[in-house]
Every structure is written in C-alpha cells, then in structure tokens.
Nanobody, 120 residues
C-alpha cells in the first residue's frame, strides 16, 4: 500500500510564503507525474501545479510566477513553494501522485489534504 502524507500548511498573512511537502511511502512502487490540487469552500477541486518524472512543470494561470513545484525522485517527494500569497489562495491543498506497482499497474493516489489560510 502506498500512502501520500502532506505537511506544511498553516495560516499566513497576505504577501507571505508557505512551503508544502508531500512524501510517498510504501514498498515496490514507482512514481510518475505528481501534482498539487486545491479546493476552496464551495468550489471544485482544481489543479494548481504538476510535474513529470522528468521535471516538466505546468501551472494554473492564477499561480504562475508565484508558486514553484519541485520534486526529489530519490525520496519520492514533491514540494510546492508558495510566495506572494493572496486571500484567494485559501483552500485545502491536496497532493496527487500517478503511481505504478507490478501487482496493481498504474493508479492515482491522493493525500489527505492540508489547510492553507491566507489572511488579508
């Protein structure tokens, strides 16, 4: 069984920074693309940023130039550095990983979510 565990959320003032981290743990798996999503109250979950195993990144227009996604393939971790935070960035942030195991094949796994609150 593969688990994703997120950390780093919290309360920050507008203009501040936070760094989210997500670690995949388990046995016998490989990690392909990883991503961060977020869901604000009353809204649908949306993609914030993604990164392939080769390091190609993609960002939502709303976070371009402010957020940076990175990963450590050796440690099966993905991080999201969030700068110049705005009140509209307030949401629960979820880590997602595209995984592969010989027994199960390819599948997606989600973390439990971490709250980010930006006060104005």
């Amino acid at each position: 069984q593969v688990q994703l565990v997120e950390s780093g959320g919290g309360l920050v003032q507008a203009g501040g920074s936070l760094r989210l981290s997500c670690a995949a743990s388990g046995r016998g798996f490989s990690t392909n693309a990883m991503a961060w999503y977020r869901q604000a109250p009353g809204k649908q979950r949306e993609l914030v940023a993604s990164i392939t195993s080769g390091g190609t990144t993609n960002y939502a227009d709303s976070v371009k130039g402010r957020f940076t996604i990175s990963r450590d393939n050796a440690k099966n971790t993905v991080s999201l550095q969030m700068n110049s935070l705005k009140s509209e960035d307030t949401a629960v942030y979820f880590c997602k990983a595209d995984l592969y195991t010989p027994g199960r094949g390819s599948f997606n796994s989600w973390g439990q979510g971490t709250q980010v609150t930006v006060s104005s």
